[in-house]
């Protein structure tokens, strides 16, 4: 599976942006699909994944404020931030995991991981 992550870039505090995430090569509906974040010198984090369930999860940094939405049809999911902060500031990666036993919060769970796309937030 190929993932490519778009949609990055320079917004003011409060304001929004949307990533985009288009997979290909692979049954995209069976895996959950998440997105996690890593500022400079910081470790990756999680910041949410929406399952081949349907069932959504966040990290508690971002809840009310992000949105994961997946359109199995054209492959791909997508980020909705709004309010955003300059906390929020990164390279956001799109990540595909299987469904297998294991947390959605740590990298080392995904499969595969799409390239990154940069996010700042100016205050």
């Known amino acids: 599976v190929q993932l490519q992550a778009s949609g990055g870039g320079l917004v003011q505090a409060g304001g929004s942006l949307r990533l985009s995430c288009a997979a290909s090569g692979g049954t995209f509906s069976r895996y959950g699909m998440g997105w996690f974040r890593q500022a400079p010198g910081k470790e990756r984090k999680f910041v949410t994944i929406r399952k081949s369930s349907g069932a959504t999860y966040y990290a508690d940094s971002v809840k009310g404020r992000f949105t994961i939405s997946r359109d199995n049809a054209k492959n791909t999911v997508y980020l909705q931030m709004n309010s955003l902060k300059p906390e929020d500031t990164a390279v956001y990666y799109c990540?595909?995991?299987?469904?297998?036993?294991?947390?959605?919060?740590?990298?080392?769970?995904?499969?595969?991981w799409g390239q990154g796309t940069k996010v700042t937030v100016s205050s």
């Open positions: 990540a595909a995991r299987s469904e297998r036993p294991g947390s959605d919060w740590l990298p080392s769970i995904y499969n595969y």
